[in-house]
């Protein structure tokens, strides 16, 4: 039971969720390890025509920028901008672990005191495409105490990290840090296609030291922290949430309880 005053960072996120292939959950479960992967490694895929999980234009640079090269005729050829297109990625070892996030402004009001959440299973088949299919996948589910676990280990490696939501706006955003900067090379993480608005993804993006995916992070007794539900066919994942009255001595507080299961639909 969590206590609704609790919520940080100046966001309502109540719980997150991660769609993984069944034979990953020891990984986290037991190893407590928790895999970023390289975005440069995202863009090859759909080059190669993986198109379900991959994209090519991952960490690409705002088109609010444009930017020209001298051609040889003395002409000044634009290469990033509205004619040219959004050709320019920034490339600094990217590494992300992306996963779902839920506020309750996320969930439909049944009552005073319940509010639901629901994937359709027509969504879950999108997102489960490149995973082998719904029955192979399950839903871990946590809240955000394994968060701050793997901010705490990436400090504890002293690389640079972000963390929020993806805004999928086509790149088309004016962008907080400057574009040569350390930072802008995380912030451009968190822009992607419109066309993938349906993955309503949450990210903590880092920057690698190596040119590969990070692979050596582990969190410590994950075990207490998450859960995972196996998914199945033909079947709806639902998060219900009932907020209670608790009182403590002279002090009453709101709290949240959450339950997560399937439903086929059905009466």
């Known amino acids: 039971m969590f206590k609704v005053e609790n919520i940080k960072e100046n966001n309502d996120f109540i719980i997150f969720f991660k769609i993984i292939e069944k034979k990953f959950i020891n990984n986290f479960q037991q190893d407590g390890q928790v895999y970023f992967g390289l975005l440069k490694d995202y863009r090859k895929m759909e080059e190669d025509g993986h198109q379900e999980v991959g994209d090519s234009y991952e960490a690409s640079l705002t088109q609010k920028i444009q930017l020209y090269i001298r051609a040889p005729d003395s002409e000044y050829e634009e290469i990033h901008g509205y004619k040219s297109g959004n050709n320019i990625r920034i490339n600094a070892n990217q590494c992300a672990f992306c996963f779902y996030a839920l506020g309750l402004k996320c969930f439909d ?159």
């Open 109 to 267: 009001k049944k009552s005073e005191t319940k509010f639901i959440h629901k994937i359709p299973i027509h969504l879950i088949e999108e997102l489960c495409k490149d995973k082998g299919g719904v029955e192979n996948c399950a839903i871990m589910i946590f809240d955000d105490e394994f968060i701050h676990k793997i901010k705490d280990e990436l400090k504890k490696k002293r690389l640079s990290f972000m963390s929020k939501k993806v805004s999928y706006d086509d790149y088309d955003y004016i962008p907080q840090f400057d574009i040569h900067s350390k930072e802008y090379s995380l912030e451009c993480c968190f822009h992607k296609r419109k066309k993938y608005k349906y993955q309503n993804e949450f990210r903590i993006a880092a920057l690698n030291t190596k040119d590969e995916s990070l692979k050596d992070l582990y969190v410590d007794r994950v075990s207490n922290q998450l859960q995972f539900l196996e998914l199945k066919n033909n079947y709806n994942f639902i998060c219900e949430v009932n907020l209670k009255a608790q009182e403590n001595g002279n002090i009453c507080g709101v709290y949240y309880d959450i339950s997560c299961f399937l439903d086929d639909g059905k009466e």
